[in-house]
């Protein structure tokens, strides 16, 4: 029979009684996760690789405190946005305000109710459907978007986590997580609307 693998929480136990070597076990069945989830938050290597790291270190000084009320991939989730939203905000990056951000929403939905039509992909898989030069266009929209509507899409619709996972990890109501969701949706689409109507991808 093979070894038995143990659960993340098995593993937490284990480490809060004093088997630290077993960290490296824990961190590396997330460290790509959370470096692709930076990685689309901050928009660079460099930082990604630094919210990484940052991440982990808050990881292990709380680690002791891990309750388990939820799994613990969510609670290193909400960690490693925390992480990320923070460098954000202190970098100053230049994104639109949400004002801006909904005026641009508004305007497509109003456009759309007018006849106007706009390329749908929004049933496709975003990491199926994109190649280079659409998670090019993909990634600099996404760097545009307010801190929170990018977190929220990038949660949702690239790391693929469930609505409820989203809710908790930035700590929103699903249904405050529904709404930014179907706003992000819809700038992107507008945003990658022209690439796909070139690409024929739209139906």
Known sequence: MGKTV?????????INAGETGLLEEL???????????????VGSREDAEDVLQDTFINVIRALDRFQGRS???TWLYRIAANTALTRLRKQGRKVKGEDEFLDNVYAVQQAARSGEKLSDWSNNPVRELLDDEAM???????????????????????????TAEVADVLDLSKAA?????????????NELSGYFSEEGVAQ
């Open 71 to 73: 799994s613990f991939s």
């Open 136 to 162: 090019q266009i993909m990634n600099q929209a996404i760097e545009e978007m307010p801190e929170i509507y990018r977190a929220v899409f990038v949660l949702r619709d690239i790391e693929e986590l469930s």
């Open 27 to 41: 961190i590396s069945r997330y460290e790509d996760r959370v470096y692709n989830l930076a990685y689309r938050m």
């Open 6 to 14: 143990p659960t993340d929480n098995q593993l937490i136990e284990r």
């Open 177 to 189: 997580v529904k709404s930014r969701l179907h706003r992000a949706r819809v700038y992107l689409r």
